[in-house]
T-cell receptor, first 114, second 114 residues
Framework: KQEVTQIPAALSVPEGENLVLNCSFT??????LQWFRQDPGKGLTSLLL?????REQTSGRLNASLDKSSGRSTLYIAASQPGDSATYLC?????????????FGTGTLLAVQP | DTAVSQTPKYLVTQMGNDKSIKCEQN?????MYWYKQDSKKFLKIMFS???????INETVPNRFSPKSPDKAHLNLHINSLELGDSAVYFC?????????????FGEGSRLTVL
């Protein structure tokens, strides 16, 4: 049974710092891994999607890496800003078929202090 | 705008009532999902429909009944509401295979049972 864990559960950093959020999963047989952002009281915004054959994806100040063999992904945020404050969720999918579901991690609550 | 939209965004009701949450996507996707986010922000899948056919049905009380009138709509009806049903319910959709496996989420519907 796939389990997804995110460490740390909460993180507070001063503005401008580079930071890393961690996601680990117990079953390395994944189809893809997706990082989401959730603002308080809002829905989920997809940030980055990494296919199982890929090692990393980049979008602006965000870089996500994937190491399937060790069951880990990291989300790197460069030059953090107060607007980055949100809960960050990672989720893995076992296959691309319609019957497959996304398994979510426990989330990291990020606060960037101005 | 192309999106996954849910109504209502907020729902406050008494125990024992029956309520429905509606979801529509105009992304042309074949697969739609309902996820539940509990008070600890943990997201867990409830149901998935592919082309109006139920394909994922997690261990959910039978008071919850999804209905998909067409592949662009997936509604969630809840009978005899209980206090523990209070949560945020998210609708999502994904394109048919072969695809990236990316899920697109609605803004969520916050249900409060008093």
């Amino acid at each position: 049974k796939q389990e997804v864990t995110q460490i740390p559960a909460a993180l507070s950093v001063p503005e401008g710092e580079n930071l890393v959020l961690n996601c680990s999963f117990t079953d390395s047989a994944i189809y893809n891994l997706q990082w989401f952002r959730q603002d308080p009281g809002k829905g989920l915004t997809s940030l980055l999607l990494i296919q199982s054959s890929q090692r990393e994806q980049t979008s602006g100040r965000l870089n996500a890496s994937l190491d399937k063999s060790s069951g880990r992904s990291t989300l790197y945020i460069a030059a953090s800003q107060p607007g980055d404050s949100a809960t960050y969720l990672c989720a893995v999918r076992r296959d691309g078929g319609a019957t497959n579901k996304l398994i979510f991690g426990t989330g990291t609550l990020l606060a960037v202090q101005p | 705008d192309t999106a996954v939209s849910q109504t209502p965004k907020y729902l406050v009701t008494q125990m024992g009532n029956d309520k429905s949450i509606k979801c529509e996507q105009n992304l042309g996707h074949d697969t739609m999902y309902w996820y539940k986010q509990d008070s600890k922000k943990f997201l867990k899948i409830m149901f998935s429909y592919n082309n109006k056919e139920l394909i994922i049905n997690e261990t959910v009380p039978n008071r919850f009944s999804p209905k998909s009138p067409d592949k662009a709509h997936l509604n969630l009806h809840i009978n005899s509401l209980e206090l523990g049903d209070s949560a945020v319910y998210f609708c999502a959709s994904s394109p048919p295979p072969p695809n990236t496996g990316e899920l697109f989420f609605g803004e969520g519907s916050r249900l409060t049972v008093l």
